[in-house]
Structures are given as C-alpha cells and as structure tokens.
C-alpha cells in the first residue's frame, strides 16, 4: 500500500484489492460500462458477479499468476490495473489492463499505478507485456508508449461494437532485453 498524490494534491492510496471492495469495484467496472469507455467489458455487472470475479482475481494474486492494483480515495475505487499472467511457454508474459473513472482522468493516477503494476510485474519475473488498445483510442496508445510500450501488430476485427467490428492494436513493452 502507499500514498499518491495528484496532480490537483488530492491524496489517493494504491494497494491490492481485498474482498470487502465488491461493491466498490461494481461501481467502478459499471460507471465504465455506462460511459461507454473503450475497455473489453460492455455489460453492467451484478455484485454477485463481482464478488465471485473479485475472489478469483484475489485468488490469482495469491497464486502469482496476477497482479492486480486498486486507487482508492475515501473508500471509492477510482482505477484498477491489472497483469494477467499467460502460462506454461508464454508464462514470461503478461495481458496488461487499466481503467480510470472519468472525473480522476488526467490527474496522473494511471501513469501511477500503472508504473506500480509494472515495477510488480519486473519483480516476478514478467519479461513481456502486452496490451491491446482500440484503434481509434489515440489517448491510450500516447498513454501506452508514454510508459514504453510499442506497437507490434494490428488485429484486424479485434473488437466488437455492436455489429460493427474494430481493430485492436497489440502494443508491448519488453521489461527485459530481447536476446
């Protein structure tokens, strides 16, 4: 757990999830999904969903195969970010994720807990990570080589809006030299 500081110099506390943020998070994954914000998920969720995805991913981070941060300020979860460690020959690398509620955008809480994940992520022996962005989120992909990822591939009909289909961009960043 430690303390961050916005750039408005309001206080946020970054640490792992506990079972008791359910709620929190319901708020959090469904005020994304009501924005409409660029992130896989497109369906509001119930807080029995949410539990059970909780426990998993508490269950993941027990095990080493995820790492996964909260920013919360005053009990409201305002960010998560997360590694999904891949297995067997590709258990070097990660899926990286991250979201931020729409009114602490800009404030410097994703470069934050972001940094942290991946600060994690070196520590636990992740070499690659990687991350697909939506093609049209140009916020993402400057905010993804901002943290030095690079742009690997485009995946054609990635992504799914409705009946409409979209390009994802595979972007990674090696946290280890390529031999």
């Known amino acids: 757990m ?36 660029p992130i896989n998920i497109n369906k509001k969720a119930t807080l029995r969903a949410e539990r059970e995805w909780l426990r998993r991913q508490i269950d993941e981070i027990k095990r080493g195969r995820n790492i996964m941060l909260v920013a919360e300020k005053n009990g409201e979860i305002v960010s998560i970010c997360e590694l999904r460690r891949r297995t067997y020959r ?19 809480i994703a470069e934050a807990i972001s940094r942290e994940v991946l600060r994690k992520a070196k520590k636990a022996g992740i070499k690659i990570v990687r991350s697909c962005v939506f093609e049209d989120n140009e916020p993402s992909k400057a905010f993804h ?22 390009n994802g961009i595979l972007m990674s960043l090696y946290l280890k030299k390529r031999q």
């Open 145 to 166: 080589r901002k943290l030095g990822f690079v742009q690997e591939a485009v995946l054609r009909d990635e992504i799914k809006e409705g009946e409409k289909y979209k």
């Open 2 to 37: 430690r303390k961050f500081v916005a750039k408005d110099g309001s206080e946020f506390i970054i640490r792992e999830p506990k079972i008791g943020d359910a709620k929190a998070c319901l708020e959090y994954i469904n005020e994304l999904v009501e924005e409409g914000a």
């Open 90 to 108: 590709m258990s070097h690398v990660a899926n990286f994720g991250i979201g931020v509620k729409r009114k602490y955008r800009r404030m410097g």
